[in-house]
């Protein structure tokens, strides 16, 4: 069974930045792909950014609109993938999910229900 657990998330200024972080159990950590999602208050859970399992070259995958400001990175030895996020608006205010899933194809790391394992979520709040 894994487990994900989310830190970091917060209040923050307009323009500011904030790093999470997502510590997963198990013992196949670098076999996952792992991807951050977000949802905002009455809107649908979308995806923000994914990075696959080094099998696959650990290759990332950008929200287009989000990869000026967002980075996505994993320490695998360490079993934490991180959410880089700078120059924060506003309309980034959500709760941020960390998930899992093994054996993901290119095509299928940003549909949420491709994930098997998922965080609780972290409170992500840009405001001034």
């Known amino acids: 069974q894994v487990q994900l657990v989310e830190s970091g998330g917060g209040s923050v200024l307009p323009g500011g930045s904030l790093r999470l972080s997502c510590a997963v159990s198990?013992?196949?950590?670098?076999?996952?792909?792992m991807g951050w999602f977000r949802q905002a208050p009455g809107k649908e859970r979308e995806f923000v950014m994914a990075?696959?399992?080094?099998?696959?070259?650990?290759?990332?995958v950008y929200e287009d609109s989000l990869k000026d400001r967002f980075t996505i990175s994993r320490d695998n030895a360490k079993k934490l993938v991180y959410l880089q996020m700078n120059s924060l608006k506003p309309e980034d205010t959500a709760v941020y999910y960390c998930?899992?899933?093994?054996?993901?194809?290119?095509?299928?790391?940003?549909?949420?229900?491709?994930?098997?394992?998922w965080g609780e979520g972290t409170q992500v709040t840009v405001s001034s």
């Open positions: 990075i696959r399992s080094r099998s696959s070259g650990g290759r990332v």
């Open positions: 998930a899992a899933g093994l054996r993901m194809i290119l095509s299928s790391v940003r549909q949420a229900s491709q994930y098997s394992y």
């Open positions: 198990g013992d196949t950590f670098s076999d996952y792909a």
